[in-house]
């Protein structure tokens, strides 16, 4: 129970995120809502770092560990927030899912457990027709070729990428480190790296001009999307595995778009959706080969699977 309320809760902090971001948009730039919002998520998870310091539970190696997740969330963040000033949330969001199949993908180079993935037909059906899904999805929006929408297109795709391979450092640098702790390291580094991204790419100085419904979704969303959702993640994984929670994390698109049609009047048409549902389809089937990976028998039976 404890699981299936984790997932659910990475679900539904994971889909608010986006709509805050967007609503961000109209007021302060990328760097600076990345920056504010992480801030909050940094001083959320900060008393727990510090109780786990006074008490004599912390790693200090994780000062160090984290270094390398560190590195590929800056970029992840900084694109994430950079997309929605482009495109419309449940869009954004349904191309940010390829970021399953890259998991796969680099969990294939640098974990020597994962290669026999590369014999299983159901994960290559799954890739192809998340590929197919993904051309679709872009084929049939009808402002494509829009210069906007291509920039928002490419940030989407290379953010799922960089999700990947945070999701990656993660599990090897962070393995063995309490989540909690994990991620208040995170947060702590993360927030000033994308500081630095604001100063340097940013205007800071229009945070002065942030109304309470402006500060209300950098507090919201910075405690939700960020402090929360990431720990819920880790917190089901550690309990069920992986499969299952990021079954329920495909769902995000369609409670993105839900909301977005709502918010900002998003649609996306009938072609987009199905499509979409095959891109969501094949990822469901990637992550669903990992799982039968792990839990079959080793052997010459099941080396084809």
């Not at 709509?19 to 600076?32: A, H, M, N, P, R």
């Not at 940030?155 to 945070?166: N, P, Q, S, T």
Request: charged letters at 10%; one cysteine or more; aromatic letters at 14%.
């Amino acid at each position: 129970m404890v699981a299936t309320a984790a997932s659910l809760g990475a679900l539904c902090c994971w889909s608010i995120g986006p709509i805050f971001i967007k609503q961000l948009t109209g007021y302060v730039d990328s760097w600076t809502q990345n920056a504010l919002r992480y801030t909050v998520a940094c001083l959320f998870w900060l008393p727990v770092l510090l109780h786990f310091m006074c008490v004599g539970r912390f790693d200090h190696r994780t000062w160090r560990l984290a270094l390398l997740p560190v590195a590929t969330n800056v970029a992840m963040q900084s694109l994430w927030a950079a997309m929605f000033y482009y495109i419309n949330p449940g869009f954004a969001a349904l191309l940010s899912k390829t970021s399953v199949l890259w998991v796969a993908l680099f969990s294939l180079v640098f974990f020597a457990d994962e290669r026999p993935l590369a014999r299983s037909r159901c994960f290559w059906l799954g890739l192809t027709l998340s590929a197919a899904g993904v051309c679709g999805v872009l084929y049939f929006k009808p402002d494509f070729t829009a210069a906007r929408t291509l920039w928002g297109v490419l940030i989407a795709l290379v953010c799922a990428v960089m999700w990947a391979a945070y999701a990656v450092a993660v599990k090897v640098r962070l393995r063995d480190v309490d989540s909690r702790c994990g991620f208040a390291v995170i947060s702590l580094y993360t927030t000033l790296g994308l500081w630095i991204g604001a100063i340097l790419f940013g205007h800071p100085a229009r945070t002065a001009s942030l109304r309470f419904s402006g500060w209300t979704a950098v507090i919201v969303s910075g405690i939700t999307a960020i402090a929360l959702g990431h720990v819920c993640f880790y917190t089901a994984i550690k309990r069920i595995g992986a499969t299952l929670p990021s079954l329920v994390i495909l769902a995000q698109p369609f409670v993105v778009f839900s909301i977005s049609s709502v918010v900002f009047g998003e649609r996306l048409t009938l072609s987009q959706l199905a499509f979409g549902v095959l891109l969501l389809a094949g990822a469901g089937l990637s992550v669903w080969a990992q799982e039968d990976l792990r839990t079959a028998p080793q052997g010459p039976a099941a080396q084809d699977r």
